[in-house]
Every structure is written in C-alpha cells, then in structure tokens.
C-alpha cells in the first residue's frame, strides 16, 4: 500500500512539474518570441554593420596603397636628389682643393689634403645631422670653411699676400681640433 | 524521449533477466532460456537507442556548428579580420621598402665617399712616391725602399693619417 502511495506520489510531482513548464511556457511565450526576434534583428544588424566595416577598411586600404605609393615615390625622389647633392658638394670640394692648388704652386700635397679631408668631415656632419638646428650650424661650419678658403685663394692670386700657404685656413682648421 | 525508451528498455531487460534468475532457482525447464534472451535482446536494445542518440546528438551539433561558421555574422566577422591583416600587412611592407631604400641611399653616398677618398689618397700617395723620388740622391737605398713601401703599404690600407705622416716624416728627413 505505502509503496502504490508512493509511486502515486512521484506520478502525482512529475505531473504538476509538467504543469508548472506548460504553464512557464505560456506565461513567457511573448517574451520568447520577443527574445528570438531581437536576436535575429541583432545578429543582421550586426552582420550590416560587419559589412559596412569591411567595406569602409577596403577603401582604407585602397587608399593607404595609394598613399605608400606616393610617399614610397617621393623619398626616393629626395634620396636621389639628396646623393645628387651630397654628388655636387663633393665636386665642389675637389674643385676648391683645384683652386687652392692653383694659388699657391709650391702648396704640398698633404696641406691640400689636409684641407680638402677637413672639408669633407664638415661635410659628412652635416650629412648626418639628426635635427634642423645641428644642420643649420654644420652648413654655417662649411660655409664659413670654404670662405675663408676662397678667400686665401683669391687674396694670394691678387698678390696681397705673400704667404706660401693659406694661414687663415689653416689656423681655423687647427682652431676646430683644439675645440 | 528517446532516453524515456531507452531506460524504459533498460529497466525492463533487468527485470526480464531478474524473472529469468527466479525461474531457474525453481528449475523450470525451457522458460528461463528463452527468457535470459529476451532480456539480452532488450538489453541490446537499449544500448542500441542510447547509441543511436548519441549520433544524432552529434550530427546536430555539427549541423549547427557548420551553420555558425557560415552565417552571415561569421562570414562578416572572418572578412574584417582578414582586411585588417592585410592592413597590417601592408603597412609592414611600407615601412620595410622604406628601410630598404634608405639602406641603398647611404650605401650609395658611401660608395661615393670612399671613391672620393680612394681619389685623394691616390694623389696623396703620388705626390710622396715624387717626393721620395726627387730625394733619391739624398737618401740611401734601403732607406728610400723602406720609405716607398711604407707609402705603397698606407695607401693599399687607405690609411690618410699615416700616410701624411709619412710626408711629414720625409719633410723632416729633408730639411
């Protein structure tokens, strides 16, 4: 007997547990359905979204292709520009050592040397100057350098001076190694 | 469901073979044979359903799996990360093409620093092998073959600074 009432029990609980899920069901079927739809709407909206993103970093890349190109073109442009430059100045070089070698005809060849090798480390410091300010000081260096050169050079041919070698380029070449 | 049946056959194949156990205790003749089958055959039975589930069980997901994998969102999301790696990629190449031009830029300027420097220092050298030769009466044999391979030695090394000291060497050697 007690086990027919028990088994009515269990029968009894599984039903009203099925009771309670049918009734769960009915209770929450808007919200379910509520729930589905703003899932599926999520998910297309999502995927439009996904869409527009790959299209938009399509044209990104499009563009930044592009962009590469141009700058890619353009520092070739300035390194060729730079070489062809860093090419003249190296000729003007050897030109003053021509010139400073013409002034004076008894000028040793290392004196010369000397000279032209200061003027090309002046040269290469300024090549590779990292910012616009030690540029600027390099290229003033030179400048001054080649001056004073020109100006040995021209006052020798002019017969101003009698020196048998450029003192004053050579007084601030030892200038320079002092500092 | 299916696990309903299949425990449903399980539990019957236990009380079948229970029945069979019970009639051979009581020695009756054919009966618990051909009941000990019937309850192996449930057994197999339910083993059989619960394998059967088990398949299909699987067979979903992969169903479901391969559908997310080609849903809309997954395609979606598969291609934005496939642009931004490109993006990325391209970006190293910019950046890598760059390095290389800057790389062949200096290699050029170098090249052309050391011809120049090749230049001079062949003047230079020149101008000393003159001087050793004008000196050739004024300095003894060994000395001014001592002195021309040092200048031919300094200028194969490209060496500038020994190679004006060597000049000045000589100048002192001369006066």
Same mark, same amino acid.
């Given at each position: 007997?007690?086990?027919? /009432? ?31 739809? &703003? ?7 999502? &995927? ?53 070698? /013409? ?15 200061? &003027?090309?480390?002046?040269? /290469? ?29 021209? &006052? ?18 030892? /200038?320079?190694?002092?500092? | ?5 299949? @425990? ?20 009756? $003749?054919?009966? $618990? ?5 019937? %309850? ?13 589930? %088990? #398949? ?7 169903? =479901? ?8 969102? =997954?395609? %979606? ?15 190293? @190449?910019?950046?890598?093409?760059? @390095? ?12 052309? #620093? ?6 001079? #220092?062949?003047? @230079? ?23 021309? =391979? ?22 002192? #050697?001369?006066?």
């Amino acid at each position: 007997m007690s086990i027919k /009432n028990w088994l009515l029990k269990a029968v009894d609980l599984l039903h009203s547990i099925k009771d309670e899920k049918l009734r769960w069901q009915i209770d929450n079927q808007d919200r379910q359905l509520q729930l589905k739809q &703003a899932r599926i709407l999520a998910e297309n909206q999502l &995927a439009d979204e996904l869409k527009k993103k790959s299209v938009q970093l399509e044209h990104d890349i499009s563009l930044l292709h592009t962009q590469n190109a141009t700058e890619l073109a353009m520092l070739k442009i300035k390194c060729k520009q730079d070489i062809k430059d860093y090419q003249q100045y190296l000729a003007a070089l050897d030109k003053l050592k021509d010139s400073i070698k /013409n002034s004076y005809t008894q000028l040793p060849e290392a004196v010369a040397f000397t000279i032209h090798h200061h &003027a090309k480390q002046l040269l /290469n410091q300024l090549w590779e100057a990292e910012n616009f300010e030690d540029k600027m000081r390099h290229e003033m260096q030179l400048i001054q350098f080649m001056t004073t050169v020109h100006e040995d050079a021209s &006052a020798t041919l002019q017969g101003k001076t009698q020196d048998k070698l450029p003192e004053k380029t050579l007084a601030l070449i030892s /200038n320079r190694r002092l500092v | 469901m299916i696990i309903r049946i299949a @425990l449903l056959l399980l539990i019957c194949a236990f009380a079948v073979l229970g029945l069979a156990d019970i009639l051979k205790g009581l020695a009756s $003749p054919y009966l $618990p044979e051909f009941i000990t089958q019937l %309850g192996l055959g449930l057994l197999f039975c339910a083993f059989a359903v619960l394998l059967i589930m %088990g #398949l299909l069980v699987i067979s979903k997901q992969i169903v =479901q799996t391969i559908s997310t994998y080609f849903s809309n969102t =997954q395609r %979606g999301q598969r291609r934005v990360l496939f642009i931004q790696t490109k993006q990325a990629e391209l970006k190293q @190449l910019f950046y890598c093409r760059a @390095l290389r031009i800057h790389y062949l830029h200096e290699l050029t300027k170098q090249q052309l #620093l050391r011809r120049n420097d090749r230049q001079h #220092l062949a003047a @230079l050298s020149k101008a000393i092998d003159q001087d050793l030769k004008a000196l050739k009466n004024r300095l003894s044999t060994s000395t001014l073959k001592q002195l021309q =391979q040092e200048n031919r030695c300094y200028h194969q090394q490209q060496d500038s600074a020994a190679l004006l000291q060597l000049q000045q060497k000589i100048t002192t #050697l001369t006066s």
